[in-house]
Structures are given as structure tokens and as C-alpha cells.
């Protein structure tokens, strides 16, 4: 099984999106039972709670169900996951920093790095923007989810 997680700042806007886009693209791919998929924040301001409601709103329009409960990344995330994908350069600092023993960071990547189209360096944070900042998000995390599955697939041979 593949695990994958996806992390930003607080785990209600940009990592469960990417998690449920990626999520639909493995389903549609036909490889959902070759993954495990997640996501995570660096602070746990959010846990126990859902998506904010504003990312959903933008997410269903699309196709997207964010559905995952908000957590903050631990150590042992770092271990157990194969690809562990941060949203911009702050999160990819913060998950470095958590891998204090430098063990991990050959599968800490940011999620642009896997933007075919797309010139974006970060995923920003829609959080106090308007209503194009989350369908910003959404245009990126497309973009860069199926570069993301491509890699997966080539790495691990995957077919579908």
C-alpha cells in the first residue's frame, strides 16, 4: 500500500483538498486499493474539526467531497508515510524541522513540485482571501495531483 499525506498550515482548507482530489483521482484511476491517503496540518488550532465550509462549498462544485477530520502531523506520520506533501515553503520547513534527525526528507516534497502546467511555487492559503483564492487552490491541487499520480505510478510501476 502507498501512503500518502498531504499537509498545510491548519488542515481545513488546502490539505483535505488535496487529499480529496488526489482521493478522486486514484478512484478513477481504478488503484484506490493501492493507497492510503491523508492529510494533516503543522498545528492542530482545527483538530477534531471538518473542511472550512467555504473550501467545500468550492470543492463540491467540482466534484470534490472533503470529508476528512482536521489533525496535526506528528513525528510518526513521518515514518509511516511514503510521500508526505506540503503545501508551500513555511510547511516544508515545519515538516523538516519535525524530522529533526533528517531520516525523512527524501519523501518530503511541496506540492507544486509536481505541477505539469501550472507555474506556481506555493499553494497559497485561501483562508482570508475571496471566493477565486479557493478555486485557485483547486485549479493548483488538479495540476498537480495527476503530476503527483504519474510520479507514484512510474515509481512503483503502477498501471491503470
Known sequence: MISVLFVCLGNICRSPSGEAVFRKM???????DDFHIDSAGIIGWHAGQGADRRM???AIKRGYELTSISRAVTPKDLATFDYI???DDQNLADLHSLDVAASFRSKIFKMTDFCREC???VVPDPYYGGPQGFEEVL???EDACAGLLERIKKDHELRA
Do not use: F, N, R, S
Open 139 to 141: 485549479d493548483i491541487l
Open 26 to 32: 486514484v478512484q478513477e484511476a481504478g488503484l484506490e
Open 119 to 121: 507555474t506556481h511555487t
Open 85 to 87: 506533501i506540503a503545501m
Open 56 to 58: 467545500k462549498a468550492h
